[in-house]
């Protein structure tokens, strides 16, 4: 999981076509790919498991954030090259597209993004601290119910963002498709 994600890191530094002119097209891989490896790892990161990773190992935690960073880097300049376009056949996938972006950004900024991680962990603490008195307990109050209560809220905040990212992915495939077309 983690070596998927350095290449990505790696791999998203690199031009991909090597040319130039090519350049709008690069954004377009890069937040392809950014978007499918957000994917994958936001829901491995919606395990008790992998958020126990999260919390307590630095370098992973990074990795994530910078994933992250990434993808709002990328965001912000597929939205300036978006706002400067000529190509007036596609106004409405463009403010789509905009539209969809400016949600994620006042949603999912990454402020709030490690507002709700640092609350996360904190309630993974406390269930580790306890959890020999909530292994004892049953019901709701047992340890198993506990994990699985935070595992349902880090699955519907983790699904919500990568729906987000996942549309704004389907938008841009549109578009550079129907941009390749114009432009031959």
Not at 2 to 18: E, T
Request: net charge positive; glycine share 2%.
């Amino acid at each position: 999981m983690r070596l998927a994600i350095i290449s990505i890191l790696l791999f998203g530094s690199i031009n991909i076509y090597g040319n130039k002119s090519y350049e709008p097209y690069t954004v377009e891989k890069k937040i392809l790919i950014l978007s499918i490896h957000l994917d994958a790892e936001m829901m491995d990161l919606s395990k008790y498991k992998n958020l126990k990773v999260f919390c307590n190992d630095n370098s992973y935690r990074e990795t994530i954030f910078s994933l992250l960073d990434q993808i709002h880097t990328y965001h912000d300049m597929l939205e300036k090259e978006l706002q400067i376009t000529s190509y007036n056949h596609s106004k409405r996938t463009i403010s789509r597209i905009l539209r969809h972006m400016d949600h994620l950004d006042r949603k999912f900024n990454p402020d709030d993004f490690t507002g709700f991680f640092r609350e996360q962990c904190s309630i993974q603490s406390k269930i580790e601290k306890y959890s020999d008195h909530y292994k004892a307990g049953f019901a709701s109050h047992s340890y198993g119910s506990k994990v699985y209560a935070q595992e349902v809220v880090m699955y519907r905040y983790l699904k919500r963002l990568t729906k987000k990212v996942k549309r704004i992915k389907r938008h841009v495939e549109h578009f550079y498709i129907r941009r390749k077309v114009w432009e031959h």
